[in-house]
């Protein structure tokens, strides 16, 4: 299923559009909610676990209507740039009636064509497939394909390559605030120093734990809450004190440190 509707007997359009910023089942209950009730919206099913909507739809809603009532709610629809090289134009009506063509799409956010340089760069949702996008410059008398750099742009690195490097970061920085509470069971009893787990707890908490403050801020201008808020909210009271603590009295304080409850919270979440 694409971003591109798909229109069965009944004359309803179906398409699904992918999701940033779900943490939880509200997460799921909240967009779902929001969606459903638009006018020409007949249904609409939200998956946590590929992060995407399915909207079964009649009328005008197309994908700029969801991605609306999405943004509304606090997330965001992802989003892809895709470029292109273009055959066959030669003058600026050639330029309009590409650019028409294409944000004609549904799927498509944006769309900018140069006759200079006979390419197109188009701004549409992450499942929009680009062979929909070639589809629309073919239908409208011109040929197109993926620019010449494509290829570069598809070895880059993916989204969930990225996550697993942010887990692992945040397990070896987590790990030496655990060790001495392990030791522990062995009855040996030691601690890093105040500043050394200042350190290794920063880079989590506002790194790679940056994702929960900006969903958990998304959350809040919403007027909702959701798993990422209550993150970053537990993780920063941890911090904080462990913080404060730690310029108040020193190596003394020692004691009431929790730096490891944030990053260790933070990683596990992550995981």
């Not at 742009?153 to 990225?162: I, N």
Request: charged content about 15%.
């Amino acid at each position: 299923m694409s971003a591109v509707p798909q229109t069965n007997p009944s004359g309803l359009k179906e398409f699904s559009v992918q999701i940033e910023g779900m943490s939880c089942a509200s997460c799921v209950a909240r967009i779902e909610k929001a969606l459903r009730a638009v006018p020409g919206v007949v249904n609409a099913n939200v998956n946590l676990g590929t992060e995407s909507a399915t909207v079964v739809a009649e009328g005008a809603v197309g994908f700029d209507t969801v991605r609306q009532v999405v943004e509304q709610a606090g997330y965001e629809v992802a989003q892809q740039e895709i470029d292109l090289d273009v055959e066959g134009m030669s003058c600026a009506s050639c330029v309009s009636r590409v650019e028409k063509a294409l944000r004609k799409v549904s799927g498509v956010v944006d769309a900018t064509v140069n006759l200079a340089t006979e390419s197109a760069h188009v701004k549409a949702s992450a499942a929009l497939p680009v062979e929909a996008v070639i589809a629309a410059i073919e239908a409208a008398g011109y040929h197109a394909r993926p620019h010449r750099d494509a290829q570069a742009a598809q070895q880059a690195e993916k989204p969930v390559d990225k996550q697993l490097r942010h887990v692992v970061f945040a397990a070896l920085l987590s790990l030496p605030l655990i060790v001495p509470m392990l030791a522990s069971l062995l009855d040996v009893h030691w601690m890093l120093p105040g500043w050394l787990q200042l350190m290794l707890a920063t880079p989590v908490q506002f790194w790679l734990g940056a994702r929960f403050y900006r969903a958990g801020w998304k959350a809040v201008k919403a007027g909702a809450g959701n798993m990422d808020l209550l993150v970053a909210l537990g993780t920063s009271a941890a911090y904080g004190l462990s913080l404060y603590q730690l310029l108040a009295h020193g190596e003394h304080g020692m004691a009431r440190l929790y730096f490891e409850a944030s990053a260790v919270g933070i990683t596990l979440v992550l995981l």
